[in-house]
């Protein structure tokens, strides 16, 4: 992917968020904490922050829910302008894929989350060795403290609310930095976020790269990253002073695995879906095919009908959503500018617009493997369409690639299903569906090796930002005492039976 104290968490609103709205959000920031916009700003909030957690470390399954309340509050009453402004950074974006894919998983992970966060953030009995009965193990939950989250601008309202609804439900404080590649959804959900939330609980963070590389180097109880494999290791090094635990969402080369005895038009349909919404801007897409020589055509000829379906007059379609920038547009077509002409299929009518960004899906068929569009995560609407010829040898491409944050397989043998999800190695697997099990919230979200590290979402997010605190507790009736020196007569009886 490329790029409060509990006391105040109820109060009314001030004047100043009331109307902050009217004004820009430099100007918020002389009187709202919660919105920061320099690097002196970032770093004495912080500080007020983490002093909070570190004055009051338990926050109350009530104050969570409340925060949660408020989380929900925020998106029901801003979901249109929200999505309006997202539209705008991008050139457009359809308000349906916003709701559909930012909005919907957000109100169900908040629904999750204050359906069963009680429950997780109870004490729980862990087993003991029958050694050391009567003794006992608990694992306490406890908060981790204050919570850095660098949210990405392909979804940056979903991006920003999943982990904040984990940081929340485990009772931490957070800080947001939001991407400067989406300008107007940053300030949008800032003073949204300065509306609902106490300064002392939520803080949003806004500015360029200056401000990133300041925001990644505080020292976070935990650092959540979601963007590209390559910022994502100057993340990681800048956090490694502090020795700040992170959580990094990374992407990668997401591979569709075509069986030999798949329902081709159904495999089609979900694969487009999954390529074409957001413009190809997500990342799990699908970033590429293996799949039979025999059915490269029949494929082609299946993803046009499909597009004509279900985006006609693609220049002019609402459903349809444009290149977030114009460098990101440029990188796409330069991968594409180096391919054979006989290699890149057209699927629709329309041709790439550079003024305003619309890139019509492209099909590319066996390109290099050395090529920029088969060596770089695509990001875009441009499906490469790769061979195998055993199952074998399809397993040995993906193994000789980073591991990718997910694996699509599409097919009915359940012992070729198998193989796949045993001799390959992903973030996660979907098998005849791409993408959707990114909204399962009982499910962790995660990526492994190039594609990230760590997982979140539901009980796995609150696990995340949590320290699962260890506790042994003794009887007050024990035996250890006899294991003390001199040791002699009975430890050394002892010993004897358990050593081999």
Not at 94 to 109: I, R
Not at 186 to 208: I, P, R, T
Not at 261 to 288: F, H, W
Request: net charge negative; charged share 20%.
């Amino acid at each position: 992917m490329i790029d409060n104290t509990q006391s105040t968490d109820e109060q009314p609103l001030n004047d100043q968020a009331t109307n902050s709205s009217n004004t820009s959000s430099q100007a918020a920031t002389k009187h709202n904490p919660s919105i920061i916009a320099s690097v002196d700003e970032l770093q004495k909030q912080f500080l007020h922050l983490q002093k909070l957690s570190r004055s009051q470390p338990i926050i109350e399954w009530s104050t969570r829910l409340d925060q949660l309340d408020n989380l929900e509050a925020l998106l029901s009453d801003n979901q249109d302008s929200l999505a309006q402004a997202i539209s705008a950074d991008f050139g457009y974006r359809s308000t349906s894929e916003t709701q559909f894919a930012e909005l919907f998983p957000s109100f169900t992970g908040i629904s999750h989350a204050k359906k069963n966060g009680k429950s997780w953030m109870k004490t729980r009995r862990a087993s003991i060795s029958a050694l050391y009965l009567p003794a006992h193990n608990e694992i306490q939950p406890q908060p981790l403290g204050v919570v850095g989250i660098i949210v990405p601008w392909n979804y940056p309202l979903y991006l920003a609310i999943g982990p904040m609804i984990d940081a929340l439900t485990a009772g931490n404080r957070i800080m947001v930095k939001m991407s400067e590649a989406a300008p107007k959804f940053a300030e949008a959900f800032a003073k949204a976020v300065a509306h609902y939330f106490s300064s002392d609980m939520v803080s949003v963070v806004l500015g360029e790269v200056d401000i990133a590389e300041a925001f990644s180097k505080l020292p976070f109880d935990h650092l959540l990253y979601t963007g590209s494999t390559e910022v994502g290791k100057k993340i990681m090094a800048a956090a490694a002073p502090n020795l700040t635990p992170v959580t990094l969402e990374l992407g990668g080369k997401s591979p569709v695995i075509v069986l030999d005895d798949v329902n081709l038009e159904s495999a089609v349909n979900r694969v487009m879906m999954g390529k074409t919404i957001n413009a190809g801007q997500t990342c799990i897409a699908p970033d590429y095919v293996l799949i039979h020589r025999k059915y490269h055509q029949r494929f082609i000829e299946l993803a046009t009908a499909w597009m004509q379906q279900h985006y006609p007059n693609i220049a002019n379609n609402q459903d349809y959503s444009y290149i977030i920038n114009k460098e990101q547009f440029n990188r796409v077509q330069g991968y594409i500018a180096g391919l054979p002409t006989d290699q890149v299929h057209k699927i629709t009518d329309v041709d790439a617009n550079n003024d305003s960004r619309l890139m019509p899906p492209l099909i590319i068929t066996e390109p290099a493997a050395d090529s920029k569009v088969m060596q770089n995560e695509i990001f875009a609407p441009v499906l490469p369409l790769m061979h195998y010829e055993t199952l074998d040898e399809a397993i040995e491409f993906v193994n000789a690639r980073p591991r990718p944050l997910a694996l699509y397989i599409f097919g009915n043998d359940d012992r070729s299903i198998e193989k796949l999800r045993t001799h390959t190695v992903s973030g996660g697997v979907c098998i005849n569906e791409v993408i959707i099990h990114v909204a399962q919230h009982d499910l962790p979200f995660g990526g492994v090796g190039h594609s990230g590290m760590g997982s979140y979402h539901g009980k796995a997010g609150f696990e995340r930002l949590s320290h699962m605190k260890p506790v042994f507790v003794q009887a007050k009736i024990n035996g250890l005492n006899l294991f003390l020196p001199p040791y002699e007569g009975l430890f050394k009886r002892a010993m004897g039976i358990f050593l081999k």
